[in-house]
């Protein structure tokens, strides 16, 4: 007999109530226990959502401050994302011999790490400086979503793990639109300063994150967790990655989440710049305010296709929502002014579905191998780094208004990982029927 994944503890009536509200909300399977450990968790998905925003912040402020050009400008995203690749594998390596828990604790002290060298990067006014400052801030947050994404999917019955990780990604946009928040009236303005002065704009709001982040160390690291988020895998993690190539599924997931952050970093990335460009009238912070709305669009996005995924196969809501992106970022390219500037807005509302779905399909029945897939998909957020750059050289060369055209191609892309994976999830609900009629005869 298999041996459930909870074990038995003392239930508590308060956490029996939040226990509660997060099984009927999410299908999150959990003791009462441990329902402050899933909160936690959870809420990291937040905390990566304020890093994340804050990059578009940093372009705009950066490009006052440094005298960049958008090429120059897209090597913040190239560097974060970049952060994000180098350290999947080795964080896929640490869960697997300390376990999930190990993990988040590493990338929250990673994390906290970056943002305190905003301050000699501020002093020394060095982009460069910056520059290895987010590339470590995204070290640590590759730790936590290699580790916080697949234990959300393994908290309950499989066939819930899409709808238990837009559930924990649902708090992800809130992050996205505090970020948005904290660098549109702390770290953004109109009026004219000092380069130095504009630099050193970005250190106060990120050494309190910083700090907030610390404090999330030790709550996490004094938190009982399940067995399961400190279980140690014995297996040879090189062979199991080199296993995960005889998986098409989960080869073609890894490129669909490749293309899907390389369409939100390029439209968030750019979303101020293009604003500007479209509607020449408008003020920087007034353009940061459309950025604020579209990814309040995302958020709602995010909670209401968790609740559409009850009524609607998730293949099939990400099917429609990238064909959605596809004509809405093709009008922000190909139309512009007003008519493109709402358009892409609403571009975010679509994208919201899109990482956890496609995650939790690329992953599904890896088994023994979550761990090390989870960290190919994490990779696969490299995208974010490649797009800014082919965004900023058609900029350059042509306009804003057309490099557009490229987050509309990684939709594309998207959409037909949507229908492959329907097709693939059918074929497994058929084999399984076959099984059991076979098994029971």
């Excluded at 441990?34 to 959502?49: D, E, H, N």
């Excluded at 801030?137 to 959300?152: D, K």
């Excluded at 709808?163 to 970020?179: E, K, T």
């Excluded at 098409?248 to 990335?269: D, E, H, I, T």
Aim: hydrophobic share 55%.
């Amino acid at each position: 007999m298999l041996n459930h994944p909870w074990d038995n503890r003392a239930i508590s009536e308060p956490n029996a109530r939040v226990n509660n509200c997060i099984r009927k909300v999410s299908g999150i399977d959990t003791q009462p226990s441990y329902a402050l450990a899933i909160v936690l968790v959870v809420s990291l998905f937040f905390a990566w959502g304020v890093a994340n925003s804050l990059n578009d912040i940093l372009i705009p402020q950066f490009k006052k401050a440094f005298v960049l050009t958008d090429l120059q400008t897209s090597l913040v995203q190239s560097a974060f994302y970049g952060g994000y690749f180098l350290f999947a594998i080795p964080a896929a390596m640490l869960m697997r011999r300390a376990g999930y828990r190990a993990a988040l604790l590493t990338g929250l002290v990673l994390y906290a790490v970056g943002t305190f060298l905003f301050y000699p990067a501020a002093e020394a006014h060095s982009y460069a400086f910056f520059l290895g400052a987010l590339l470590v801030i995204a070290s640590g947050l590759s730790f936590l979503e290699t580790s916080a994404n697949p234990l959300m999917t393994v908290l309950g019955p499989p066939e819930g793990a899409q709808r238990r990780l837009n559930f924990a990604q649902a708090f992800n946009p809130m992050g996205v639109i505090s970020g948005v928040f904290i660098g549109r009236w702390f770290i953004l303005s109109d009026t004219q300063a000092p380069a130095e002065q504009l630099s050193k704009a970005v250190v106060g709001p990120y050494v309190v994150i910083g700090l907030c982040v610390l404090f999330w160390v030790v709550l996490l690291a004094k938190t009982s967790f399940p067995p399961i988020a400190t279980t140690r895998t014995q297996e040879d993690n090189i062979g199991g990655f080199l296993k995960l190539f005889g998986y098409p599924r989960f080869l073609f997931g890894v490129a669909a989440q490749f293309f899907y952050v390389a369409a939100q970093v390029g439209v968030w990335s750019f979303m101020i710049r293009y604003t500007q460009q479209a509607v020449p009238t408008i003020t920087l912070t007034h353009a940061a305010e459309v950025l604020f709305w579209s990814q309040a669009g995302f958020m709602i996005g995010r909670f209401a296709g968790t609740a559409l995924m009850g009524k609607i196969a998730p293949e099939a809501l990400l099917a429609i929502y990238a064909a959605a992106g596809i004509v809405l970022t093709a009008v922000a390219a190909l139309v512009g002014g007003w008519a493109g500037v709402l358009c892409l807005a609403a571009t975010s509302f679509f994208m919201s579905i899109m990482f956890p779905t496609i995650f939790a399909g690329a992953i599904r029945n890896l088994g023994p191998l979550t761990k090390q897939g989870s960290s190919f998909v994490v990779m696969a957020i490299i995208g974010g780094a490649a797009a800014p750059p082919l965004m900023g050289y058609i900029s350059g060369t042509s306009s804003m208004q057309h490099a557009m055209l490229v987050p509309s191609l990684c939709f594309a892309v998207i959409f037909v990982f949507a229908l492959a994976n329907r097709e693939s999830k059918k074929e497994d609900i058929d084999e399984g029927v076959a099984e059991a009629v076979a098994g029971g005869s």
